[in-house]
């Protein structure tokens, strides 16, 4: 592949995942980033900040999804359910990318300095969730509850997703957990 070849952070990422897989998230360099893209390493430095952020580039994006999200919930829904619809409309975004969302989970997982990013990345979803509650007038500690209740299931919800080797909905998935959630919380 030459350089004037388009979508250079879709390559950069991709032979970022491949060679983490492979080698090790560790043990791979920026240049080696780089050479398996046919890229510069400067290429990569214009894209990303560091090797990290490879994996964890599209945070803002799906936060904003989110907060627009439940922007857009009529006024009446109660906040939980605000923020179900909120986390349900993410299998949109989700829907052609089960695989590479699995391999990216799988990097993640096999390093305790990536899953602390993804940690800290679940908690600013969850300050952002809170945040545009409280903007639709829920108080707290009602908007942070259901901010970081959305957010868990969000992540049980992704994991199940990830496991099933089929075609899974991520947002029917999504409603299963919100719906189980709900029977946990009334005692059933």
């Known amino acids: 592949m030459g ?3 388009p979508n250079a952070r879709g390559r950069l990422e991709k032979a970022a995942i491949e060679l983490y897989i492979e080698r090790g998230y560790e ?4 240049a080696e980033i780089a050479k398996r893209a046919g890229l510069t390493e400067r290429t990569f430095f214009r894209h990303f900040a560091d090797k990290r952020e490879v994996l964890f580039w599209g945070s803002g994006t799906l936060r904003d999804h989110l907060v627009n999200a439940v922007a857009a919930v009529p006024d009446s829904a ?3 359910d605000v923020i179900a619809g909120a986390v349900e409309s993410i299998g949109a975004i989700f829907r052609e990318r089960h695989e590479s969302a699995r391999r990216r989970h799988t990097v993640i ?11 800290i990345k679940l908690a600013s979803l ?3 969730l809170a945040d545009a509650l ?3 007038g829920v108080a707290d500690p009602a ?9 868990a299931v969000f992540k049980i919800a992704f994991e199940r997703w990830i496991g099933d080797p089929g075609e899974p909905d991520m947002s029917q998935i999504v409603r ?10 009334a005692g059933r």
């Open 3 to 5: 350089r004037w070849e």
């Open 27 to 30: 043990q791979t360099t920026v």
């Open 78 to 80: 109660a906040p939980i």
């Open 109 to 119: 997982a096999a390093n305790a300095e990536l899953r602390e990013r993804e940690l």
């Open 126 to 128: 969850s300050a952002a």
């Open 134 to 136: 409280r903007r639709r």
């Open 143 to 151: 908007a942070s509850l259901a901010a970081e209740a959305g957010i």
């Open 176 to 185: 299963e957990s919100f719906d189980e959630l709900k029977a946990v919380a």
